[in-house]
């Protein structure tokens, strides 16, 4: 793979998938930012990534980013502009929850809600590509999720954000396409970030793969929409949910 000293940005990296992810970049070289609202976790994360990866040319960098807040993505952007000046990558992992009766919702919960997991996906993507347009491109990976396609109860602003993420990605892949920049989006399904462990056999019988996912699952998928020689696809989603979502279920 071709990712010694590219430049990658993974939102959300402090802790599960988005650790994941800048792991595996930085492990075949790259130089990641762990954007990561959370310091004390942020900053572990990228020590442990730089000691683990050095020897591969990888480096890991914490800078402090929450993403709800415009500015601090300009910031963001503006650091690693004036640091290397270039950016190959960004993963837009970043992401809240909260279940709560659409009854009860209010306003403030939901604009949290959208602005941290759907705006901040523009946003970030939008300072990106004004980098990465003069430098001959490169690729955006926005993380939607199955909860775009199914739900469960009470879960409306998270669901909306995760469709709005699928729609918002084929509308860059086409805007940004004149520079160069490919933008996809994953949507994961059960991915375990605890204790793999304590999940029952039960939990891994559901998905047709005979497994609960893990986030390496989800990192190795970035890695390769993110190589230019798949630079082919662009505007589209993947699904990573060991063909959860593609299986029948009926009540007993």
Avoid at 105 to 125: C, G, H, M, P
Wanted: charged share 20%; with cysteine.
């Amino acid at each position: 793979m071709q990712l010694l000293n590219q430049v990658v940005i993974v939102t959300g990296s402090g802790q599960g998938i988005g650790r994941a992810v800048a792991a595996m970049y930085a492990a075949h070289g790259a130089h990641v930012v762990i954007a990561e609202r959370d310091p004390q976790a942020g900053e572990a994360a990228a020590n442990t990534i730089q000691q683990t990866h050095a020897a591969a040319g990888g480096s890991a960098v914490f800078h402090p980013v929450d993403v709800s807040q415009p500015k601090q993505i300009e910031d963001l952007m503006r650091m690693v502009d004036d640091r290397w000046g270039r950016l190959d990558v960004l993963v837009n992992n970043a992401g809240i929850s909260a279940w709560e009766s659409p009854y009860d919702l209010s306003v403030e919960a939901w604009d949290r809600i959208l602005n941290t997991n759907l705006r901040s996906v523009f946003l970030a993507s939008r300072e990106a590509a004004r980098i990465m347009r003069h430098n001959g491109g490169g690729a955006i990976i926005n993380l939607a999720s199955t909860r775009a396609h199914q739900s469960e109860p009470n879960t409306e602003a998270y669901a909306a954000s995760k469709g709005g993420i699928l729609a918002l990605t084929h509308a860059l892949a086409v805007s940004l396409s004149p520079d160069r920049i490919t933008v996809n989006a994953i949507s994961p399904g059960w991915i375990e970030t605890g204790d793999y462990a304590e999940l029952r056999d039960e939990d891994h019988a559901q998905h047709p793969a005979g497994r609960v996912g893990r986030p390496d699952d989800i990192a190795r998928a970035c890695l390769f929409l993110t190589q230019k020689e798949n630079d082919f696809i662009t505007g589209t989603e993947l699904v990573i949910d060991g063909g959860m979502t593609r299986k029948m279920i009926y009540a007993p």
